[in-house]
C-alpha cells in the first residue's frame, strides 16, 4: 500500500469511528456535553500537555548524551517541538520523528540518531503501560494485579534474552536507561511527562464537568491512552472517543460525556502542538539572523 493510500485508509477510518461513536451515542447528548465547555479547563489542558514537550526534549536529550550523541539543549527543544508538531498535524504519528533523525545525522551516524529517538519514545510507552496496569489492578483485584507483574517479568526476561542474542542492543539500554548518572533524569522525568499527559486528559474531562476521582483516572485514562498506539487511524482520533466511551462507564462515567471530553483532550493536544513547536520557531528565527551576512561598511 502506497504512503498516500495509507494515510487515505486512516483518514476514513478515523472519519468511520468518530461518525460511528457519535451516531451510536447520540449527537445531542454530545453536543450538549461541549456547549457547556469551561474554556479555563480547555486552556490548563492545552498548557499541561505543552509543558511534557520540553521534558520530552531533555529526556531526549539525556538519552542522547548518554549515547554518546552531543545534542544541545536549544536544538534538542527546537527539534522536538517542530516533530510533536509534525507528528499532531500529519498522518502516521512519526514523520516528525523521521525528520528529526534526518536533521541530527550529522551529529553521529543516522543509525545512532535513529536509536536516541525509538529508546525516548519508548521509555514514554513503558510508563504508560505501567501506570496502566496499575490502574487496571487497582480496579479488578490483586489477582489481576499479579497477573500483570507476571506478564511484565515475562516481557523483561524475553527483552532480556534478546539482549543476549544482540548483546549490543542490550549495552545501548543499559547505557541510555540504567547508567548511574543517567536513571535518575530517566526516572524522574518520565513521571513527570506522564503526569502532564495524564492531568492534561483530566482537565480536558473537568473542561466538560467530569470531575474523575484519582482511583478512577489511573484506570481509564492511560487505556484510554494506548489505545492511541493502534496505528489505524488518524493520530488516534476516533479510536480514542471509541474507547472512552466503553471503558468509562465502568466507572459510572457516561458514555457521551467520555466521547465530549476526548474531543476536547484532541483538541487540547492540538493547541499544545501549537505552543510546543515556538521554541522551533524562535531558534529558527535566531539562526537565521546569525547566518545573516553583515551589512556592508561604509
Not at 11 to 36: E, T
Not at 119 to 133: D, H, N, P, T
Not at 166 to 193: C, H, N
Not at 285 to 294: C, E, L, N
Amino acid at each position: 500500500m502506497t504512503a498516500r493510500m495509507k494515510l487515505i485508509a486512516r483518514a476514513l477510518a478515523s472519519s468511520g469511528l468518530i461518525v460511528a461513536v457519535i451516531w451510536h451515542f447520540g449527537a445531542g447528548d454530545i453536543l450538549a456535553d461541549l456547549r457547556g465547555l469551561s474554556v479555563p479547563w480547555l486552556v490548563v489542558a492545552c498548557l499541561a500537555l505543552a509543558l511534557q514537550i520540553p521534558l520530552s526534549a531533555l529526556r531526549w536529550r539525556v538519552t542522547a548524551q548518554a549515547l554518546g550523541v552531543p545534542l544541545p539543549r536549544a536544538l534538542a527543544l527546537s527539534e522536538y517541538g517542530l516533530s510533536v508538531l509534525v507528528n499532531t498535524f500529519l498522518p502516521g504519528g512519526v514523520l516528525g520523528d523521521l525528520g528529526r533523525v534526518l536533521r541530527m545525522r550529522h551529529m553521529r551516524s543516522w543509525q545512532m540518531v535513529a536509536t536516541t529517538v525509538v529508546i525516548e519514545r519508548l521509555a514514554g510507552q513503558i510508563a504508560l503501560a505501567a501506570v496502566a496496569a496499575v490502574g487496571i489492578g487497582l480496579w479488578y483485584g490483586p489477582g489481576v494485579a499479579l497477573a500483570l507483574l507476571g506478564a511484565g517479568i515475562g516481557l523483561v526476561g524475553i527483552a532480556y534474552a534478546l539482549g543476549q542474542v544482540a548483546p549490543r542492543l542490550l549495552d545501548i539500554i543499559s547505557r541510555a536507561w540504567f547508567a548511574p548518572q543517567v536513571w535518575p533524569a530517566q526516572l524522574g522525568l518520565s513521571m513527570a511527562i506522564l503526569g502532564c499527559n495524564l492531568f492534561g486528559f483530566w482537565a480536558a474531562s473537568r473542561a466538560v464537568g467530569i470531575v474523575i476521582p484519582l482511583e478512577f483516572a489511573l484506570f481509564i485514562l492511560p487505556v484510554t491512552l494506548m489505545v492511541m498506539l493502534i496505528p489505524v487511524s488518524l493520530n488516534g482520533w476516533g479510536l480514542r472517543e471509541g474507547a472512552a466511551a466503553f471503558l468509562w462507564p465502568v466507572v459510572g462515567i457516561g458514555a457521551q460525556s467520555a466521547v465530549a471530553a476526548s474531543l476536547v483532550f484532541g483538541t487540547a493536544v492540538a493547541g499544545a502542538a501549537l505552543l510546543g513547536a515556538l521554541p522551533w520557531a524562535v531558534y529558527s528565527w535566531q539562526k537565521r539572523a546569525d547566518d545573516r551576512p553583515p551589512a556592508p561598511q561604509g
